[in-house]
């Protein structure tokens, strides 16, 4: 009995490591390392609990103008760096430090928003200065890719503020 319980005991506490790694590494792909710390104290927040709340958000959808052509003019290779480079700005620099939450990546376009899962009272100032910012640092890296002989890129956005369900 005394080692069946210690072999329990050993079994559930590497399945809890597990578990608790993949859900921060989830959580990882959607919002700040700083956020992702913060949920993983807390316990995961309202992403673990089953159902939803309806809160009001801030919702922002960006694209880059005239994808399918850039693309095809590249190599796989350079629009693979291209776009991670893409992304890496727009989310490491515009939308990770204002605590927004990457909801998806379709293709050259992200979806994220504001007001969850930490609140913010003024998410659709924040979410604003975001798409600033964000057309702001797409213009510099467009600046370097047409530096390099590369076409450049613009993005499109579009924000919008109401209520959603979050869970």
């Known amino acids: 009995v005394g080692i069946a319980w210690i072999y329990s ?37 309202k992403f673990l609990k089953p159902g939803a709340e309806k809160q009001e958000l801030t919702i922002f959808f960006s694209d880059i103008a005239g994808f399918t052509t850039i693309a095809e003019g590249l190599d796989s290779d350079e629009l693979a760096h291209m776009m991670n480079a893409y992304f890496q700005t727009a989310v490491g620099q515009c939308i990770h430090p204002t605590d927004g939450t990457v909801v998806k990546y379709i293709g050259d376009a992200s979806m994220h ?6 609140d913010d009272p003024d998410h659709p100032k924040t979410a604003v200065r975001v798409g600033l910012q964000m057309i702001k640092a797409v213009k510099e890296y467009s600046k370097t890719l047409e530096a390099a ?3 450049g890129v613009k993005m499109g956005a579009g924000i919008n503020t109401g209520l959603g369900y979050i869970g």
Request: aromatic fraction near 2%; hydrophobic fraction near 35%; avoid cysteine.
């Open 9 to 45: 005991i050993g079994i559930n506490s590497i399945r809890l490591y597990v578990q608790n790694r993949l859900l921060e590494q989830s959580l990882g792909l959607h919002v700040s390392p700083k956020l992702v710390r913060k949920l993983m104290r807390e316990g995961g927040g």
């Open 113 to 118: 928003i504001h007001n969850a899962p930490i």
């Open 149 to 151: 002989g590369r076409p």
